[in-house]
């Protein structure tokens, strides 16, 4: 691990008097009050990149802010712009908006969804190959700006050359891909032109992960497995949950937001043993035994972490196989690794961009996972949907108000919040707009400003967000043509299998209760009937027999 440079007291004083300066120089966040005949803000260029999660040192380009997010910027006309649309009275919510098809976000050409890292050899000087990938970077990035420009809409996505190179070395380092997609976005979390890229160019299978199938009913989680399978014949999918006893059996029924869930791990992820047997199946024409169990000796010996330094290092090719984890920022692909070893030995965050640096660590002696940062990959989706979906942080949104409208839009947001409008005593049932549902919702949080007393908008912008994010309020996106009823031979007992564990979330809560006034956890109960093969490489081991 790199060692920490020095900070004097001479340049924290410095650090200090620039931030001052720009306090005084930036406007007040919560006044957006704007009078029409007032001058509007002077429009930008808006290709400033902004760098989020920096730390605060004197260059950005300093190795401590090496792998951090890297966005467009907004420009002051835009978000003026949608300020102001904030307080144009909302339509009825319509939930037909949240279908949503690979189709909607997809974008107009393959090369424009990925960069290519160009040919190389590991003969060429750093220098020279370093100069090549930003040459080659900068030329996408000018291609992709001027594609949303004529497109009418700007998407994020990284502009950190670093972050993409995580991913390059990943794959050429891994022998089987798992794109990691949260099931509340599937369709914005995969990337057509990245799969292509894989398949295609590297000539490596992908295994498709909708993650945090606890999050969404069953129904929901099996359908958009079928539509996947439709939409990609050659795509493999699996069902994942590092939480399965959170599972929930209800959504946005209309009765008020759903419990504050408290992340507690089974003991075993549910999925595991699929995707397990997926990736030894995709394996098996090179490796003649992919072992399936582990000892508990193999597991100590085999947990060991391998961090890659990232400057050109090399590592010894074994008899293993390496299987890489992809995905957007606060997929879960970190967790998903927590989940199959059953054991934290990645730090997590619900922080978008908490991975900085890709990672392997071995699985056994035979399987060795390796974590990639996530990546917003371009697409054509709404900034909007975006924030919503968790791919930025909620911390750093400076106009949070579209997304609270966009979100409106699309469900009943005054009914799951249980507000009443601010100007209600009037009795003319005024119209809701984002930005009263941003007002009342901060004043029946107390959430006010710090001079004048008032309901603070823009907090109370952020609670909803946070709220949309960890799941509180049931958001998510639908397949095309939503049909529950619809599934039918495989895929019914999938939802039966999930409706199953489900139905146990009551009984697994009280287990761990009695579980938590026990002596030690060393009485964890492992009877597979009981918690459903907390070891899950006994039960692939005995399948092999």
């Known amino acids: 691990m790199p060692r920490k440079q020095q900070f004097s007291n001479k340049q924290k004083k410095l650090q200090l008097q620039e931030k001052k300066k720009r306090k005084q120089n930036a406007p007040n966040k919560f006044d957006f009050e704007v009078d029409e005949d007032s001058e509007k803000p002077a429009e930008n260029d808006g290709d400033e990149e902004r760098r989020l999660n920096a730390q605060p040192v004197g260059s950005a380009h300093d190795r401590v802010n090496k792998y951090s997010l890297v966005f467009g910027g907004e420009t002051k006309e835009e978000i003026h712009r949608n300020t102001q649309l904030s307080k144009e009275p909302l339509p009825s919510a319509d939930e037909k908006l949240l279908e949503s098809a690979m189709e909607e976000f997809m974008m107009d050409s393959v090369e424009l ?20 990938e930003q040459k080659l970077f900068k030329e996408w990035t000018e291609k992709l700006d001027q594609y949303y420009r004529e497109l009418g809409r700007v998407s994020y996505y990284e502009r950190n050359l670093e972050t993409w190179r995580q991913l390059w070395r990943t794959l050429e380092r891994s022998d089987i891909a798992l794109f990691v997609c949260d099931i509340r976005y599937p369709t914005l979390h995969f990337s057509h032109a990245v799969y292509k890229y894989i398949t295609e160019d590297l000539g490596k299978p992908v295994i498709l992960v909708l993650n945090k199938v606890d999050m969404v009913h069953p129904t929901v989680s099996v359908s958009w497995k ?10 493999r999918v699996v069902l994942f949950s590092a939480f399965p006893q959170q599972q929930r059996l209800e959504e946005n029924t209309g009765r008020g937001l759903l419990k504050k869930q408290t992340v507690q791990r089974a003991g075993w992820a549910y999925g595991a043993q699929s995707l397990i047997q997926l990736a030894k199946c995709h394996y098996e024409d090179r490796s003649e035994k992919v072992k399936g169990g582990r000892t508990e000796g193999e597991v100590l010996s085999g947990s060991k972490q391998v961090m890659g330094s990232g400057e050109g290092d090399e590592e010894e090719e074994g008899d293993f196989v390496t299987i890489g984890l992809i995905g957007q920022p606060n997929a879960g692909k970190s967790s998903l690794i927590n989940g199959l070893l059953e ?26 996972l390796c974590d990639c940062p996530g990546l917003v990959f371009p697409n054509s989706a709404p900034k909007q949907l975006q924030i919503a979906s968790g791919m930025y942080p909620v911390a750093q949104v400076r106009e949070p108000y579209s997304v609270v409208r966009y979100i409106a839009e699309r469900l009943d947001l005054v009914q799951y919040l249980r507000i009443q409008h601010p100007d209600d005593d009037s009795g003319d049932n005024p119209p809701w707009t984002a930005w009263y549902i941003c007002f009342a919702w901060a004043e029946k949080h107390g959430l006010l400003t710090a001079r004048t007393g008032r309901p603070d908008v823009y907090r109370g912008a952020n609670s909803i967000l946070r709220l949309v994010v960890t799941g509180r309020l049931c958001f998510r996106l639908l397949p095309p043509d939503f049909q529950p009823d619809a599934l039918v031979g495989s895929y019914q007992d999938i939802l039966q299998e999930l409706l199953s564990f489900a139905s146990k979330k009551e009984e697994d809560e009280e287990s761990e209760e009695v579980s938590d006034e026990s002596e030690s956890d060393d009485e964890f109960d492992t009877n597979p009937e009981k918690v459903g093969f907390r070891n899950m490489f006994d039960l692939l081991q005995g399948s092999d027999d």
Do not use: C
């Open 343 to 368: 054991d934290k030995k990645v730090s997590v965050s619900k922080t978008p961009g908490h991975t900085k640096h890709f990672q392997t660590i071995f699985f056994s002696p035979d399987i060795r």
């Open 226 to 235: 079928l539509y996947f399978e439709q939409t990609y014949p050659d795509l």
């Open 113 to 132: 969804g990925m960069p290519k890292r160009g040919n190389w050899n590991y003969a060429m000087a750093k220098d020279k190959l370093e100069k090549a």
